[in-house]
T-cell receptor, first 117, second 114 residues
Framework: GAVVSQHPSWVICKSGTSVKIECRSL??????MFWYRQFPKQSLMLMAT?????????EQGVEKDKFLINHASLTLSTLTVTSAHPEDSSFYIC?????????????FGQGTRLTVV | AQSVTQPDIHITVSEGASLELRCNYS??????LFWYVQSPGQGLQLLLK??????LVQGIKGFEAEFKRSQSSFNLRKPSVHWSDAAEYFC????????????FGAGTRLFVKA
């Protein structure tokens, strides 16, 4: 299957600083990518849809000024957590759908564990 | 609106026993359906998927799932559970509109006892 790479795998940052997470589709182009957040012992919740060349679409309750998304190319989307606070500590996962003639499937990155201290 | 329900928060099964994890979905059209497994602190691993065709789908690690349109269900099964199967299992729907976002169920934690 296709490969989606996320970087970094884990990051620890101080409260008040910003952290950037990268999501790359390595062997296919993705005009759309998705960002999810998973709190401990909970499910994955969609945060936003990243659209190449245009603004991201955020789910209800997600602060767009806090979670900045940039999708500048067909293979890269970035999520920047601005002015991070301990409550932003979570597991963040991206996905990118790959369309074939027959079907579409979303491929997931390995996730980024963010700890804000 | 699309949604996925996994009614069992956790299940405990003896090693060697059979397993069935339940999943019900709500979707306006024929869905893309998935089962993922996640070990603690790890990312997602795709177990199997259903797009169309044969309603009984075979996956990795001996898992299978059956799509039943009349019941809006996509239950995951395994005939004999191994201790290494202990993990969190997520059922998911791939929404064909909106760029193919994935909607996850709440997850079922599987415990395996010796």
């Amino acid at each position: 299957g296709a490969v989606v790479s996320q970087h970094p795998s884990w990051v620890i940052c101080k409260s008040g600083t910003s952290v950037k997470i990268e999501c790359r589709s390595l062997d296919f182009q993705a005009t759309t990518m998705f960002w999810y957040r998973q709190f401990p012992k909970q499910s994955l919740m969609l945060m936003a849809t990243s659209n190449e060349g245009s603004k991201a679409t955020y789910e209800q309750g997600v602060e767009k000024d806090k979670f900045l998304i940039n999708h500048a190319s067909l293979t890269l989307s970035t999520l920047t957590v601005t002015s991070a606070h301990p409550e932003d500590s979570s597991f963040y996962i991206c996905s990118a759908p790959q369309r074939s003639r027959v079907e579409t499937e979303a491929f997931f990155g390995q996730g980024t564990r963010l700890t804000v201290v | 609106a699309q949604s996925v329900t996994q009614p069992d928060i956790h299940i405990t099964v003896s090693e060697g026993a059979s397993l069935e994890l339940r999943c019900n979905y709500s979707y306006g059209a024929t869905p893309y359906l998935f089962w993922y497994v996640q070990s603690p602190g790890q990312g997602l691993q795709l177990l199997l998927k259903y797009f169309s065709g044969d309603t009984l789908v075979q996956g990795i690690k001996g898992f299978e799932a059956e799509f039943k349109r009349s019941q809006s269900s996509f239950n995951l099964r395994k005939p004999s559970v191994h201790w290494s199967d202990a993990a969190e299992y997520f059922c998911a729907v791939g929404a064909r509109t909106g760029g193919f976002k994935t909607i996850f169920g709440a997850g079922t934690r599987l415990f395996v006892k010796a």
